[in-house]
């Protein structure tokens, strides 16, 4: 790679960021291509986020993408933001368009191409159990209601952002039948007996072995369980579900599909997904 006076900047902002796999995933894109970018992390503390993304003006850097703990709070930066980013309230990638700073989240279309293609699974009909409600939930959740969901359980820690995110449902898909659990406990087995699809998108048994709160008991045969944690390839949730005779998919694939609409938002160019994904494999 040579990098020049006209050499593209574009990155990642997130705090810790030592784990990303982007730079590496992008950079085998634009190589690929033969396209004159070249991907960086930056470690942004909280109390930077507002002079990193005006920083990004400044220094002509031509996107980034967004990620743990500024998707939320980077919105207040932005000049203009896509429909999906605004239902969002969260961003993961930016665009420097002009003089404008434009956000956008391509975390639910990452995650449903993923489903779809991975998990040969689409959500139309099905009963749902999402365990977790934070930002990557909210993005799984929203896009699940996009696309016909019959019920969306929600189970969180913090009970007020299961709250949050069933009102949320409510008022962007009526037809979804939304509600939330407590996690742990039998109401929340039951739930997870009869859903089709699991979807754990808390951080439990991200770099661990920790196993969500809830019964292994639950999973079985005919279900397909979807781990949005990558590292390890395979949690214990997938073990265990695995075991139990379900199918199923970590979150590799929609890290790589949420990257090759990023990429593709910031090129114009067709992502090289083949090259992404093997660019990252773990
Ligand atoms: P957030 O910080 O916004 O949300 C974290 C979620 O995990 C919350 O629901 C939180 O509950 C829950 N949680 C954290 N610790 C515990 C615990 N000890 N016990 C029970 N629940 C807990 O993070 P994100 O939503 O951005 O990310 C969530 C996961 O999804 C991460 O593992 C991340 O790596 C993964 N991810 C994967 C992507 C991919 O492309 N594959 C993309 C984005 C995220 P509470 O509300 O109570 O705090």
Redesign the pocket.
């Given at each position: 790679m040579k990098i020049t006076s006209h050499t593209k900047v574009v990155g990642i902002l997130g705090y810790p960021i030592n784990h990303t796999l982007s730079p590496q995933m992008h950079n085998a894109a634009f190589a690929h291509l033969g396209l004159d970018y070249v991907y960086s992390s930056f470690e942004v503390k909280p109390e930077n986020l507002r002079g990193a993304v005006r920083g990004l003006r400044a220094l002509n850097i031509a996107g980034v993408n967004v990620t743990?703990?500024h998707?939320e709070r980077a919105l207040e930066y932005l000049d203009e933001l896509s429909e999906n980013a605004k239902k969002l309230g969260a961003v993961n990638t930016i665009k420097l368009e002009g003089e404008k700073l434009c956000g956008y989240n391509t975390?639910s279309e990452?995650f449903i191409t993923s489903l779809e293609k991975e998990g040969n699974t689409d959500p139309e009909g099905k009963k749902i159990l999402l365990l977790?409600?934070?930002?990557?939930?909210k993005a799984v959740a929203v896009s699940l209601a996009n696309q016909g969901a019959r019920k969306i359980s929600i189970a969180?820690?913090?009970k007020e952002?299961a709250n949050a995110l069933v009102t949320m449902l409510k008022h962007i898909a009526p037809q979804v039948e939304a509600n939330c659990l407590p996690?742990g406990g039998d109401e929340l087995n039951k739930c997870a007996t009869e859903a089709q699809l699991i979807i754990n998108?808390?951080?439990?048994g991200?770099k661990s072995d920790a196993m969500?709160?809830i019964d292994a008991n639950a999973l079985h045969a005919g279900q397909l369980v979807y781990d949005?944690?990558?590292s390890p390839a395979k949690t214990r949730l997938l073990a265990e579900a695995e075991a139990k005779g379900a199918k199923i998919l970590n979150?590799?694939g929609?890290?790589v599909y949420?990257g090759a609409l990023t990429f593709e938002i910031w090129t114009g160019k067709k992502a090289p997904v083949r090259v992404m994904r093997e660019a990252i494999m773990i």
């Open positions: 743990v703990p998707k975390d990452g977790g409600a934070g930002g990557a939930a969180n820690r913090t952002r996690l998108a808390t951080s439990v991200l969500p709160p949005l944690i990558y979150g590799l929609m890290l949420q």
